[in-house]
Nanobody, 130 residues
Framework: QVQLVESGGGSVQSGGSLRLSCVVSEGYTFSSACMGWLRQTPGKEREGVAA???????SYSDSVKGRFTISQDNAKNTVYLQMNSLEPEDTAMYYC???????????????????????WGQGTQVTVSS
């Protein structure tokens, strides 16, 4: 069974940076997958933050564009989310997600919606204080 394991969350002050990592278990065809980062705060729906497609195309929500960068290392089966200039509004649980066959969803609005993904990590908390 495929597993996604996130790490790198924590508490920072406004203006600070964090890098989230998501390791995908072996046996997953990482190079053909769509990978994404989504976040959720209590009482709100989960929202797509950033996505990276199998051809390297990236997309971001307007709220993080210019501050966050998604990248992946195929050799390490790892996806990263570099978060700079963090704001209190970025406080949320961050989830890594994957769809094994990126070509099936690549034409959809991006970053992709939660229902576009098939596998989820357990989440990592990010807290930004003012």
């Amino acid at each position: 069974q495929v597993q996604l394991v996130e790490s790198g969350g924590g508490s920072v002050q406004s203006g600070g940076s964090l890098r989230l990592s998501c390791v995908v278990s072996e046996g997953y065809t990482f190079s053909s997958a769509c990978m994404g980062w989504l976040r959720q705060t209590p009482g709100k729906e989960r929202e797509g933050v950033a996505a990276i497609e199998s051809d390297g195309t990236t997309s971001y929500s307007d709220s993080v564009k210019g501050r966050f960068t998604i990248s992946q290392d195929n050799a390490k089966n790892t996806v990263y989310l570099q978060m700079n200039s963090l704001e209190p509004e970025d406080t949320a649980m961050y989830y890594c997600a994957a769809h094994p066959r990126c070509t099936l969803i690549s034409g959809r609005p991006s970053p992709f919606e939660p229902h576009d993904y098939r596998t989820w990590g357990q989440g990592t908390q990010v807290t930004v204080s003012s």
